[in-house]
């Protein structure tokens, strides 16, 4: 039976995918109609993990997003979310991170425990001109903290680049996401900083929080090209078990994530994290970082290739570390619609038990409308 939906599933994205042409629908002068479209399936070849097979899944993501311009400085924004299948984050897999890290089936709905579905972000923008100081846009109601903090020109986007989770976020930074909050974005010439302030239904063990996140970041020219620089500070109020599961400790994190274009074709990119480990945490250190590759050199001028590594270890719970390695090749079908085939290399190690490992192997169709 979930082989039979896995290929219902894909067969619908691939109708889909090839039918759509893939652009935004203007209303009319103040109302425009955008979002994605995207469905994967991915087969895991396993070792050393009892109790799980060899498997594939598929999921297909759905998200459209309606945009009124109030003014030339106001804007109102929703998002919606609806998935079918939830790949294999449906309990097939063994690892502890999930390796298509976008919002499927079951993220959709109860989200944060708020007895809200399908509703993902609404908020309202209202942008500042501050003359010598810069540029300030404040956003406030149900946001989404990644939009803000811990971005990245090469890994930061489950739809288009990287698809797991280790390479898409820093894992140990504790981003929520479609929740009550406000946030600030800053930036003057070379300079940006965003401000991030949000209040979270509930945690993995039902309580709620508060999340406060701090990003600063630098944009480099060089002859080389483009970089970008950020260091990210997050923290968030004393309610997450402790390590001995009484007391409530907060998160605290903190996260460099930098890309550097190394000519018109290279681009490298790197991550950097640590996590307090007062709370209850899988990972205290995070080292990541990869290559891009444009195809430029092969006359595939919007084809891409990722190259990604992520290496997490030093928590305080049952895993020990993860190892992530994954390739990927993008190729554009048109400047909206895309086709990735991608391979994960993927390790746990848990304290005093087995260490799953394995191959997946994915295909993953996109389009942007």
């Known amino acids: 039976m979930r082989r039979w939906r896995s290929f219902w599933v894909m067969a619908g994205i691939w109708l889909l995918f090839c039918c759509s042409q893939a652009m935004a629908v203007e209303i009319n002068d103040k109302i425009s109609i955008d979002g994605v479209l995207a469905g994967a399936y991915q087969h895991q070849s396993l070792s050393d993990a009892p109790g799980y097979e060899d498997s594939g899944r598929g999921g297909l993501a759905f998200q459209p997003s309606i945009n009124m311009k109030l003014t030339d400085i106001d804007e109102v924004h929703a998002k919606f979310g609806f998935g079918a299948g939830n790949g294999l984050a449906d309990g097939t897999s063994p690892f502890n991170l999930n390796p298509w890290a976008v919002d499927l089936e079951s993220s959709v709905k109860g989200i944060n425990g708020r007895d809200r579905d399908y509703l993902l972000t609404a908020n309202y923008l209202h942008k500042l001109d501050l003359d010598t100081i810069g540029q300030l846009s404040l956003t406030g109601g149900l946001i989404d903290a990644t939009l803000y903090l811990d971005q990245n020109v090469y890994a930061n986007c489950a739809y288009n680049q990287f698809l797991n989770a280790a390479l898409v976020n820093g894992p140990n930074v504790f981003l929520p996401s479609y929740d009550l909050g406000a946030a600030a974005e800053w930036s003057k010439e070379q300079f940006s900083a965003a401000l991030v302030v949000m209040n979270v239904g509930q945690n993995d063990n039902g309580e709620n929080f508060n999340f406060f996140g701090a990003q600063f970041g630098y944009t480099l020219e060089t002859g080389l090209g483009e970089g970008h620089y950020r260091l990210n500070v997050n923290k968030t109020t004393d309610d997450f078990d402790g390590p001995n599961g009484t007391t409530k400790k907060s998160k605290i994190g903190v996260l460099a994530s930098c890309d550097q274009e190394l000519n018109d074709i ?3 990119w790197v991550r950097l994290g640590w996590q307090d480990d007062a709370a209850l945490i899988n990972y205290k250190n995070l080292i990541s970082g990869g290559l891009n ?10 084809d891409n290739i990722g ?7 030093d928590g305080n719970n049952t895993i020990d570390s993860t190892n992530v390695l994954e390739v990927y090749y993008r190729w554009a079908l048109n400047e909206f619609s895309a086709v990735t085939l991608d391979f994960q290399y993927m390790e746990d190690k848990y304290l005093n038990s087995y260490s799953p490992k394995g191959l997946i192997s994915g295909l993953r169709f996109t389009a942007a409308f």
């Open 266 to 268: 290279f681009g490298v």
């Open 293 to 302: 590759i444009k195809g430029s050199p092969w006359a595939r001028q919007m």
């Open 307 to 313: 190259i990604g590594y992520a290496f997490l270890d």
